[in-house]
């Protein structure tokens, strides 16, 4: 069966850098683009971009440039979110959901605090 | 523009229809989702293509489309449907965008 198993929580400090990852199963990685979202607390559903999971290829929507990159590892079927420079207001659960959306990871929650 | 326009907030008693509108100009070009939050959970995908439903989904839920506007319908809601929707579409240049969510209440 389909599964996307997302890294856990952490607790960052601003300035620093995290990495989520995204370790998908049941289906050929490379088949299927990858989605990622993000909710800030009580907020709604961003989308922040997607991957070419063939090419590599990211595509970052507004306001997601510059401090955030998506990347793969695709021998390990796997999908990865770099925020860099954190602040405060990043502090949020990021989702990756498969292309099409039927699929999505339990999310990560990024907190940034001092 | 990208933006997509949803009510706040909803509220049905148990056994009536909710309806839930999502509104924006890309709607007019490009298919619509419509997505189910419960707290504490990622999202469910509950309507694709404006109108199909993902096997699982029950027949309760439905979807419809009409120039910039699309309609989730929940016909005969259950205390269970409570929950934050979200309509999403592609805008332009492989862009995507989620309205900004619903909360419907079912009491």
């Known amino acids: 069966q389909v599964q996307l198993v997302q890294s856990g929580s952490e607790l960052k400090k601003p300035g620093a850098s995290v990495k989520v990852s995204c370790k998908a199963s049941g289906y050929t990685f490379t088949s299927y683009a990858m989605n990622w979202v993000r909710q800030a607390p009580g907020q709604g559903l961003e989308w922040m971009g997607w991957?070419?999971?063939?090419?590599?290829?990211?595509t970052y929507a507004q306001g997601f440039t510059g401090r955030f990159v998506f990347s793969l590892d695709t021998s390990v079927s796997t999908a990865y979110l770099q925020i860099s420079s954190l602040k405060a207001e990043d502090t949020a659960v990021y989702y990756c959901a498969r292309d099409g959306y039927n699929f999505w990871g339990q999310g990560t929650l990024v907190t940034v605090s001092s | 523009s990208y933006e997509l326009t949803q009510p706040s907030s909803v509220s049905v008693s148990p056994g009536q229809t909710a309806r839930i509108t999502c509104s924006g100009d890309?709607?007019?070009?490009?298919?619509a989702r419509w997505f189910q939050q419960k707290p504490g959970q990622a999202p469910v995908l509950v309507i694709y293509?404006?109108?199909e439903r993902p096997s699982g989904i029950p027949e309760r839920f439905s979807g419809s489309s009409s120039g910039t506007t699309v309609t989730l319908t929940i016909s005969g809601a259950q205390v269970e449907d409570e929950a934050d929707y979200y309509c999403y579409s592609a805008a332009d240049n492989n862009l995507k965008v989620f309205g900004g969510g619903t909360k419907l209440t079912v009491l």
């Open positions: 991957i070419n999971t063939n090419t590599g290829n990211p």
């Open positions: 293509k404006d109108s």
């Open positions: 890309v709607l007019a070009k490009k298919y």
